[in-house]
Each structure stands twice: as structure tokens, then as C-alpha cells.
Nanobody, 125 residues
Framework: QVQLREFGGGLVQAGGSLRLSCAASGTIFSINAMGWYRQAPGKQRELVAI???????TYTDSVKGRFTISRDNAKNTVYLQMNSLKPEDTAVYYC???????????????????WGQGTQVTVSS
């Protein structure tokens, strides 16, 4: 089985920084993409940033220039460096892994997606 575990959420003042990390564990062979989503109270979950195995990245417009996503493929870990935080960044941040291939029962399995449990980020004004 594959599990994702997030670290690094917390409370920060506007203008401050936080770094989130997410480690995937299990008998993993490869992960196509790892990314971060967030969900604020009363709102739908939205993509924040995603990083693909080949190195390409995508950001939602509201975080461009402030957030940086990076991956350590050897450690199956993804990071989100968040700078110049704003109160509107307050949300539960979820890690997601897409296209996970892992060993199970002597064979190689593929699952479409895995989600972490989420970590709260609160930015005070």
C-alpha cells in the first residue's frame, strides 16, 4: 500500500513563510506527478501546484511568484515553499500523488491517485 504524509502546516502572520513537505511511503516504483491542493472553508478544493517527474511544474495564478514546488524523486517527497503568505491562503493543504506504480504480490500495480490527510495552514492578518 501507498501512504502520503504531510508536514509543516501551522499559523503564520501575513507576509511570512511556511514550507510544507509530503513523503510517500510504501513499495513505490515510480510516481508520475506530486502536487498540492487546498480547500478553504466553504470552498471547493483547488489545485495549488503540481510537479511532474520530468521536471515541469504548474501553479495556480494566485500563488505564482510566491510559492515554489519541488520534488525529490529519490525520496518520493514533494515540497511547497510558501512565501509572502496572505490571509486568503488560509486553508487545509492536501498532498496528492498521481500515477503511482508500486510492488504488490510479486507484481507491479498502478493506482490513479493517492491523497494525504491534509495539514492546516492559517495566515493571520
Amino acid at each position: 500500500q501507498v501512504q502520503l504524509r504531510e508536514f509543516g502546516g501551522g499559523l503564520v502572520q501575513a507576509g511570512g513563510s511556511l514550507r510544507l513537505s509530503c513523503a510517500a511511503s510504501g513499495t513505490i516504483f515510480s510516481i508520475n506527478a506530486m502536487g498540492w491542493y487546498r480547500q478553504a472553508p466553504g470552498k471547493q478544493r483547488e489545485l495549488v501546484a503540481i510537479a511532474f517527474t520530468g521536471g515541469s511544474t504548474t501553479y495556480t495564478d494566485s500563488v505564482k511568484g510566491r510559492f515554489t514546488i519541488s520534488r525529490d524523486n529519490a525520496k518520493n517527497t514533494v515540497y511547497l515553499q510558501m512565501n509572502s503568505l496572505k490571509p486568503e491562503d488560509t486553508a487545509v493543504y492536501y498532498c496528492k500523488a498521481d500515477g503511482v506504480r508500486y510492488y504488490s504480490g510479486g507484481g507491479l500495480m498502478t493506482t490513479i491517485e493517492h491523497w494525504g490527510q491534509g495539514t492546516q495552514v492559517t495566515v493571520s492578518s
